[in-house]
Antibody
Framework: EVQLVESGGGLVQPGGSVRLSCAAS????????MHWVRQGPGKGLMWVSH????????NYADSVRGRFTISRDNAKNTLYLQLNSLTAEDTAVYYC?????????WGQGTLVTVSS | DIVMTQSPDSLAVSLGERATINCKSS????????????LAWYQQKLGQPPKLLIN???TRESGVPDRFSGSGSGTDFTLTISSLQAEDVAVYYC?????????FGQGTNLEIK
C-alpha cells in the first residue's frame, strides 16, 4: 500500500523553528518528485514547496521562500520540511504528497500551530 | 502566478441529481507539446486529506466512481457528478500543475439539498 506519514508538528512560538518529516512506503520513493501543501484552519489548499527525485532541484511559494527548506533522504524514504522564522500565518496542517501530474497520495497531515 | 477561480463557492444538490463545478484558470494550462491540460480535481471530506479524483483534466483515477467526470481545455474546466450520492458531500478543489507555484481554486462546498 502506498503510504505517506507526516510527523513533527506541534506548538511553536513566533520566530521559532520546527522540522517536519514525511515517511514514505509502498512505492519507489526515489523515483518521484515530492511536494508539501498546507491548509490553514478553515481555509483552502496552498502549495508550499517541491523537490525533484535526487534533491538537486527545489522550489518554494513566495510566502515561504527564504524561511522554509525542503529536503529528502532517499536512503531513508523520507521527505523533510524545515520551517524557520515562523509567524501566526504559518499555522496550518502540512501535508506531504507525491507528484507526477496531480498529487497522489496525500498523508494525513501534521498540524503546526504558531502561538505564544 | 496562475489564478484558479472556481464557481460556485457552494452548491446544494438533491440526491440523484447532477452537480456541476466550474474552474477557470487565468492563463492556458494546456501543454502544446503533449496536448495535455495540467489540471487536477480533488475531493476533501471533513477531517480528511484531499483525494485525487481527476488527472489531466479528464482522466479518472483508479477506484473513482464513474459518476465523476472532468472536461474542458485551455482555461475552462468542469467537474461533473452525474448522480449525487450522500457520500459525495465534500469540498472540491481544482489545481493547475502547469507552472509553479502550483495553485488551487478556492474550493466548492457541495451539500445535499
Amino acid at each position: 500500500e502506498v503510504q505517506l506519514v507526516e510527523s513533527g508538528g506541534g506548538l511553536v512560538q513566533p520566530g521559532g523553528s520546527v522540522r517536519l518529516s514525511c515517511a514514505a512506503s509502498g512505492f519507489s520513493f526515489s523515483s518521484y518528485w515530492m511536494h508539501w501543501v498546507r491548509q490553514g484552519p478553515g481555509k483552502g489548499l496552498m502549495w508550499v514547496s517541491h523537490i525533484n527525485t535526487d534533491g538537486s532541484t527545489t522550489n518554494y511559494a513566495d510566502s515561504v521562500r527564504g524561511r522554509f527548506t525542503i529536503s529528502r533522504d532517499n536512503a531513508k524514504n523520507t521527505l523533510y520540511l524545515q520551517l524557520n522564522s515562523l509567524t501566526a500565518e504559518d499555522t496550518a496542517v502540512y501535508y506531504c504528497t507525491r507528484g507526477g501530474g496531480g498529487f497522489d497520495p496525500w498523508g494525513q497531515g501534521t498540524l503546526v500551530t504558531v502561538s505564544s | 502566478d496562475i489564478v484558479m477561480t472556481q464557481s460556485p463557492d457552494s452548491l446544494a444538490v438533491s440526491l440523484g441529481e447532477r452537480a456541476t463545478i466550474n474552474c477557470k484558470s487565468s492563463q492556458s494550462i494546456l501543454y502544446s507539446s503533449n496536448n495535455k491540460n495540467n489540471l487536477a480535481w480533488y475531493q476533501q471530506k471533513l477531517g480528511q486529506p484531499p483525494k485525487l479524483l481527476i488527472n489531466w483534466a479528464s482522466t479518472r483515477e483508479s477506484g473513482v466512481p464513474d459518476r465523476f467526470s472532468g472536461s474542458g481545455s485551455g482555461t475552462d474546466f468542469t467537474l461533473t457528478i452525474s448522480s449525487l450520492q450522500a457520500e459525495d458531500v465534500a469540498v472540491y478543489y481544482c489545481q493547475q500543475y502547469y507552472s509553479t507555484p502550483y495553485t488551487f481554486g478556492q474550493g466548492t462546498n457541495l451539500e445535499i439539498k
